[in-house]
């Protein structure tokens, strides 16, 4: 993974005018053959078009005589031999006397997809794939939960070919990729004393942060990013490094070898792991996956979870009757690492707030003279602005009270997606059907965190009665309650995550917002 490097200068001076490279064109290796322009446009005409030339991450061309005025650059990256688009910006722009800021940021380009497979023309002529050609794609690692589930003995499953322990969860990850046609190399998401996950999925040992479990052991090799079987991308980054951990997750693993859609059944995986990917020792291994014992615990996660909750949820006695689980598989041979688009055009934001308070929303920070669910819309409606997303007047607290139902506050039909792209629900059907595409995990900052929410809620949208802190205006301990939701979950838990349990009102929680 590459490292953050600082924004190259947009400017126009004595007559030369210079862009940062595309994002996509920055962090890699050119192929051959690429052209690139600058085209200058006033008042519709176009009156001048350059050349542009690359030297490191800067863009330039000459412009010489260019007189102070309005105008609208055009920048566009083009592979010379078949003519196709690799990256392209627009944008309006003012010239001055002197050096002029022209405004243009790596961001500001955008990678067309002629084949419309989700990868773009760039990304697929670096993966020597066919950008006219939807069935000829790049193919990134993948990772899946297996369809078949046993007890944390792992030596019992039927495909643990005479294994203990993690080899045999290595063993039946590859089993199961072998019978769905996988020839390359899989591992099991599982840690125990010796081994953390982490270490072991990047073909190392030991524990993380250990001198057996460097990643600069790996050298050229590449280990990820990580798709799931039906192509979504779950995991964006390739070689993790010590200081990472696997947090930043874009959709639940709950779909199987097979490509089975999995999302909506409770799922879950043994795992023995935090979000880090390291050994749980609070949570427990079964003895390194070798007991059945009453007296021994086994972690676990959900299949239905992203942040931290996929991999660390709960633990299980090891000889408990109901003690089954299945297995996280990692493909941990090189592979391609461009990813598909996974950006949904056109939809709104909805997102968890950065912030959080008691039961009484009044005494939130900007929840001004308003209390209750209009204070609560209030808090959304500055988090959005404040972090310049679009529409931020429009923005609601997925909050219900004794009288309003937030399925009834919601007069628009989506589709939502979070402040990275990652879909969460394709229309309001979704958002109140009880299992969401992703969880509400990222905030309006764009950080995931796994959190309780306030929400007052069913997953059908309708209220909770009685759970709503005095229709959240009071924070009493005693004789006040709410209902929350959990941030990691994608099933129902998502916005009722207590319905076992009364929380007092004086605890705190985050929100959820979304645009309506």
Known sequence: TGGCQQESPSIYESGQATFPLPAGISTRTLPSGITAQARIYQNDEEIAVAPIKISGTLATAQFPGLAPGNYVVTLQFVQTSSSQVLATARKSVTVGTGASQLGFSSNDYTYPDDDKDKYSNLDEINEETNPSDAQDKPQPPRVFITSIKGSAKLSTWSEADSKTGVDAGDAICQARANAAGYSTQFKAWLSDTHDDAYCRILGLSGKKGSATCDPALLGNRVVGPWVRIDGETVFPFDNPGVSDDWDTMLVP??????????????????????????????????????????????????????VGGWTATWRETCGATDAVARLYCFETTERAQSLPDYRVAGSKTIFLSSISGTGDLNSWEGAGDLAGIEAGDAVCQRLANDNKLPNPERYKAWLSDDTTSIRDRITSNGPWSRPDGVLVAKDKAQLLSGILHTSIAVTEEREYEWERVWTGTLPDGTSAAGLNCSNWRHDNSDTEFGKRGSTTSTRREWTDADHWEKVSCNLKARIICLED
């Open 253 to 306: 693993i709950c779909v199987d070898e097979n490509g089975l859609n999995r999302c909506s059944d409770e799922i879950y995986a043994w795992t023995g792991t935090d979000s880090a990917g390291r050994y749980l020792k609070d949570n427990g291994t079964c003895l390194g996956w070798t007991s059945s014992s009453t007296n021994e615990r086994g972690g676990y996660g959900s299949g239905n979870s992203t």
